[in-house]
């Protein structure tokens, strides 16, 4: 029920990153990245790092699901009926 979600990452060298949240373009980032006033539904992040030398790394991801509304519960029957 949380609509905040921070992520943080390294890369075992010197790189740069970059992120693209809910499948949108990659663009440069810093760890950590806080993601703010998400709604309701699936959500994606991925980031990816580029070492010194121009290398690019494949993209890892997470992906997870903000629910913020409550459930309804109703009573269908009640044994033994109030009063008796």
Not at 5 to 27: I, L, P, Q, W, Y
Request: aromatic share 10%; hydrophobic share 35%.
């Amino acid at each position: 029920n949380r609509t905040v979600k921070s992520f943080t990452f390294t890369a075992d060298e010197t790189a740069s990153f970059e992120c693209s949240v809910d499948n949108g373009s990659f663009m440069p980032c810093e760890s950590p990245v806080t993601l703010n006033n998400l709604s309701d539904g699936n959500h994606w992040f991925a980031v990816r790092a580029t070492d010194t030398a121009g290398n690019q790394g494949l993209a890892v991801s997470y992906s997870w699901t903000v629910d913020t509304v409550a459930p309804v519960i109703s009573v269908g029957s009640v044994s033994p009926q109030q009063g008796l």
